[in-house]
């Protein structure tokens, strides 16, 4: 049998002695191997850039370029320096291989590796596997072939595995992975002396974490103040691998705030399970930070003119509402002024001229010098208290043991549908659904049992104390904060028209403000 001698053997001379050029792929799939031992690239990078270096010169090729996937997955082809691979083959067409060290380096299942493929056939580029024999003949695909399929098979099945062992942790309470913002992971051995591992509380940052729910459910804060208060007190986010320790950011805080792991839950697969770990908020307040959330889902607006009179005064003239308005003079002082909400809409519908709020203050002050409590009235309103306290007390024990019942009942509840959920008897939607219900009852009955623990010595200490400061409501007045003179007057006013005129000085004076 004759075989065809080239058309120019010189020309097929000289192909045969021109140095072949190879591109180099090594991938690691964690952080971790990407950084492990004293080395800077760990140990699994450089024994794959040596593979594929020897690979290359039993090729009689030479490495021009080298891309490396750090703590990349082989799930999907988009990883970032794959992709640049793929574009600078196509950019080049004087590539004549690319090595790996094992096909599952490049792919790990069927889809990316026929796709990766195909780029390389169209430009006439060799894959090679320094420790799997493949080739182009039928013999080498049918081997590619089935290494790819076992890779993607092993890729699979070690995804199965592990989200079974990571749904089995949380049904036991145990922390998935890293512990979120606030807390620690330790590790250590147990009485028997085998390696476990726990979660504690950062001693530094969390009670600042605590600290920002109580605030945050107190819906006076935004979350951008909330996370520059906290940044002031110290919070800042742990250094990593990659990043220095840095400060703490508002969309930081408000993932922090969503997370339901620090009411002492572990979120998987949408299904909640009680955690092993300690919570750093209780049922309640944590219940009340989803609320404010949500309520400021569409952007929230901190209020700047806050004031304990605003719901309380009004004009005298219009009726309309009194709004806070800050004026600056020439030296640079800012003085606050109440003015007629209406006015400032209809300039010619009310004559309400502003007044300083600091007036308005000393008025309505001096409102409370009016108001006292007689020695009868006291006694009449400690017999009413009393009876009513009585009331409370004979019902409180009943009230307690009906919600003992029904804590008991809706933690048997939860319990039965984990055991369906396991037994795949109802979906993972439907189970998070009444969990979220369960929850909020839970809350509502904790909250209730707080508030008949209240001794009842401690009730009569405040009540006699309340009397004796009814009898002088100036000073109670005096002495209290701007939220508790808020209630005050709610209490004891519908509302307090301020009607201010012009003395001869030409300064605004409030008149005698009235009920």
Not at 230 to 244: C, I, K, N, V
Not at 440 to 450: K, V
Request: charged share 25%.
């Amino acid at each position: 049998m004759s075989t065809t001698p080239p058309a120019n053997p010189l020309a097929a001379m000289a192909a045969d002695l021109t140095p072949k050029r190879a591109i180099s792929y090594i991938r690691v799939s964690t952080k971790g191997q990407a950084a492990r031992g004293d080395a800077a690239e760990g140990f699994s990078i450089p024994a794959q850039r040596e593979a594929n270096k020897n690979k290359a010169a039993a090729l009689g090729a030479f490495i021009v370029k080298e891309f490396i996937d750090r703590g990349e997955s082989a799930r999907n082809a988009k990883r970032p320096e794959l992709q640049k691979m793929l574009a600078y083959i196509t950019e080049h067409n004087d590539i004549d291989y690319v090595i790996v060290h094992k096909l599952d380096r490049l792919a790990r299942n069927r889809a990316d590796d026929v796709d990766i493929n195909r780029v390389l056939e169209q430009h006439n580029v060799r894959l090679v596997s320094t420790s799997e024999n493949i080739d182009q003949t039928p013999g080498g695909m049918l081997l590619h072939g089935i290494m790819s399929s076992i890779a993607e098979f092993y890729s699979r099945n070690l995804a199965a595995e592990v989200s079974k062992g990571m749904s089995e942790k949380a049904k036991h309470g145990g922390t998935i992975g890293k512990a979120p913002l606030g807390y620690v992971n330790k590790q250590g051995k147990n009485e028997h002396g085998k390696r476990h591992s726990w979660v504690e509380v950062d001693p530094v940052r969390g009670p600042l974490i605590a600290e920002a729910f109580r605030e945050y459910a107190t819906d006076t804060w935004t979350a951008k103040h909330l996370t520059e208060h906290l940044t002031a007190r110290g919070l800042t986010q742990p250094a990593t691998s990659r990043y220095p320790e840095r400060p703490m950011t508002q969309s930081r805080l408000i993932d922090v705030l969503h997370n339901p792991y620090y009411r002492g839950v572990v979120s998987y697969q949408g299904v909640e399970y009680p955690g092993r770990h300690q919570a750093l908020v209780d049922d309640e307040t944590w219940y009340k930070v989803q609320t404010v959330l949500s309520a400021h889902y569409n952007g929230e607006r901190r209020r700047v003119h806050h004031h304990h009179l605003k719901t309380t005064v009004c004009c005298g003239q219009c009726g309309s509402r009194l709004i806070i308005q800050n004026t600056k003079n020439k030296r640079g002082v800012v003085y606050p002024y109440f003015v007629c909400s209406y006015r400032q809409r209809q300039r010619d519908g009310c004559r309400f001229k502003a007044v300083l709020i600091d007036e308005v203050e000393a008025r309505v002050a001096e409102l409370y010098r009016t108001i006292r409590i007689t020695p009868a009235q006291r006694k009449r309103i400690a017999a009413l208290a009393q009876r009513e306290l009585e009331r409370i007390y004979a019902s409180r024990a009943e009230h307690g043991r009906q919600l003992e019942q029904q804590s008991r009942s809706l933690l048997r509840k939860r319990q039965k549908l984990l055991d369906a959920h396991y037994a795949d008897a109802i979906p993972l939607d439907l189970l998070k659904q009444e969990q979220d219900q369960i929850a909020a009852q839970l809350a509502s009955i904790e909250q209730q049992r707080a508030a008949l623990s209240l001794e009842s010595h401690v009730v009569q200490t405040h009540l006699g104390y309340v009397l004796d400061l009814l009898e002088d409501c100036f000073r109670l007045y005096m002495q209290a904060t701007p939220s508790m003179k808020k209630l005050l007057n709610g209490v004891f006013f519908t509302a307090v028209a301020i009607n201010p005129q012009d003395d001869a000085s030409g300064v605004s004076r409030t008149a005698t403000a009235h009920l």
